[in-house]
């Protein structure tokens, strides 16, 4: 589903991805972990097409289809999601204003009609109700004054009404107690399936108790040095990322 | 009527008058020379047949207009008019400026079309000769008659002199009056027309009264006077301008509105006000230089909803003194400007009765190299016990390029005031932009999306049908604005 090859990028100049492979395929978990630093979010941001981030070298792939030059939001249309680290405000739009606005958009760029209201209102219910989501937090303006669970909770909810091919999460564990964080883990697994894929973007392995992946990926110096399975993610746990930088910078 | 002042009687005056003004314009264009003295602002009276208290009174305000400067004090900038390089009296243009709608500017017709204003509409407003106006004509009788049923009294102010001289000489200049600020004292030396409205005691007025239906009747003037008056227990709500963008060769606008909210009477006056702004590059555009001001008497209560995306520069500040006891003022505002625009509008809440209540809500968004300022007076006077005022004055930026001030001023007499101001600043960011985008959402669709977020409390103060042309217009005013 999605391919990288020998990916290059930078901001304001500054490399930050030095070289990056990757193969997703569909019904694939795959984690990215690694220091700070290290380019995990810059790895999100470019997938997802942030126009800060240039792209110097290197293919991006989805389906077969080259996506590099695609604009953010049409790459969205194609099924990508990435559930945000700092999910902003936007203050007088409601969660159900912005979904209604954002599936409408991508309805409109595959050439559909809007949705229709007791369509849309069937599925919000529907997803809701599966994520645990009590109703009358979709009426509140988005992410404003939502604690940092329901921030990331919000994020999943979007998830599933857009119901991407591909969903990248962005330290979707950091700022959560571990309730919240088991709730959200828990509403990524439901959505899972064996036609889209999740990349999941880490610094702890706690995170990956709850989402388990097929496959662990150490990001250092914007190059993953080391893949391997969750058992790998273990050994990071214990070890920590000392070693893996000795053994790069052996 | 026997004293009639024909064509023929102006002309003749007007030959007289060849040297001073140092040409000779043809009368049958209906526009007088251009220059301002007292003989124009007699003749003014005399073409719309005004008894001679109204002369006498616009006389009077020209006396004190000579007397005043032009005020410099709103953080504003632009050329000042030469004001006798202006003609003073046009006539309403009876003849369509265009046979077809073919002949109409394709960027205004496109506007028309985003603000989805029917095709029939749009004639009316680009100034299309129609042939078939059954539809529009009927709606306007069903109007008139149901208002003549409630004996609700509108019409243009000319006709209101002619017809209701007693109410408009009792309640014209009371609110503003002619002495109040240099734009108002113009005004009223040379209004040309503008709209009269009453409602009787105990009226509640069943239908939202709008110029629109009057507009294709009279056309909007230069210098526009409105006198809207609620008696005892009426309410009234009253829209003003349109969603659709107004061309006008006129440069300068400074009209006045008056209301008066008698005893527990209730006036919403909304605005929609879409002048030429100018061109991206900042040349032409309307200065529209506004005096509104509204009178509550004891539990009255007048409403300001303003949403302002035209003209070069705007200096507006819709204000209630709340002379009665328990009386309420509102003003709710959304003022855009983008490229080169300036604008500087408030607010004056002037509480005089006890337990006087007001509540300001000012959204400015900014974009491109616009300066938008809020300027807002809350005046609470020594004997106003109790009284209560609520400002929250937002500030939307977009780009590095544009400016938002706010010039809050409080004057507090009464110790038992309360008094709370709020105020902020944002601007929109690529975050929120980045954000958006993710979610399939274009730039141009998150910043519409964003700004009516930010204008949701006072869009949603505005009736219904207004509010969705308004938020569209939101829209259409900000495209291009990030690039």
Known sequence: ?250 | MSNKYTEDDLREELKTKEYEYGFYTDIESETFPVGLNEDIVRAISKKKEEPEWMTQWRLEAFKIWKEMIEPEWANVHYEKPDFQAISYYSAPNSKPKYDSIDEVDPELLATFEKLGISLDEQKKLAGVAMDVVVDSVSVATTFKKTLAEKGIIFMSISEAIQEHPELVKKYIGTVVPQKDNFYAALNSAVFSDGSFCYIPKGVRCPMELSTYFRINQAGTGQFERTLVIADEGSYVSYLEGCTAPSRDENQLHAAVVELIALDDAEIKYSTVQNWYPGNAEGKGGVYNFVTKRGLCETNAKISWTQVETGSAVTWKYPSCVLKGDNSVGEFYSIAVTNNYQQADTGTKMIHLGKNTKSTIISKGISAGKSQNSYRGLVQISSRAENARNFSQCDSLLMGNDCGAHTFPYIEVKNKSAQIEHEATTSKIGEDQIFYCNQRGIDTEKAIALIVNGFSKEVLNKLPMEFAVEAQKLLEISLEGSVG
């Open chain 1, 1 to 250: 589903m999605l391919k990288i090859k020998n990916l290059h990028a930078s901001v304001e100049d500054k490399a930050i991805l030095r070289g990056i492979d990757l193969e997703v395929k569909p019904g694939e978990v795959h984690a990215i972990m690694g220091p700070n630093g290290s380019g995990k979010s810059t790895l999100a941001s470019v997938v997802a097409g942030k126009e800060e981030y240039e792209v110097d070298k290197g293919e991006i792939s989805l389906d077969g289809e080259d996506i590099e030059e695609l604009s953010a939001e049409e790459r969205a249309h194609k099924g990508v999601f990435m559930s945000f680290q700092y999910p902003v405000e936007i203050p007088g739009v409601s969660v159900t204003n912005f979904m209604k606005t954002a599936i409408n958009e991508t309805r409109k760029a595959k050439g559909l009609d809007d949705m229709p209201a007791n369509e849309m209102l069937k599925m919000i219910r529907e997803k809701s109700e599966l994520l645990e989501i009590d109703r009358k937090f979709l009426s509140r303006s988005l992410n404003e004054g939502f604690s940092g669970g329901e921030k990331k909770r919000n994020e999943i909810f979007q998830m599933a009404m857009l119901e991407p091919k591909l969903a990248i999460l962005d330290e979707t564990d950091s700022g959560l107690d571990i309730d919240a964080l088991r709730i959200v883990a828990n509403g990524v697994n439901k959505l899972k399936s064996k036609d889209n894929a999740v990349i999941v973007i880490t610094h702890y392995q706690r995170l990956l108790d709850y989402i388990v992946p097929d496959y662990v990926h150490v990001l250092y110096d914007g190059r993953i040095v080391k893949s391997g399975t969750k058992e790998l993610a273990h050994e990071l746990e214990e070890k920590g990322y000392d070693w893996i930088k000795e053994e790069v910078n052996a």
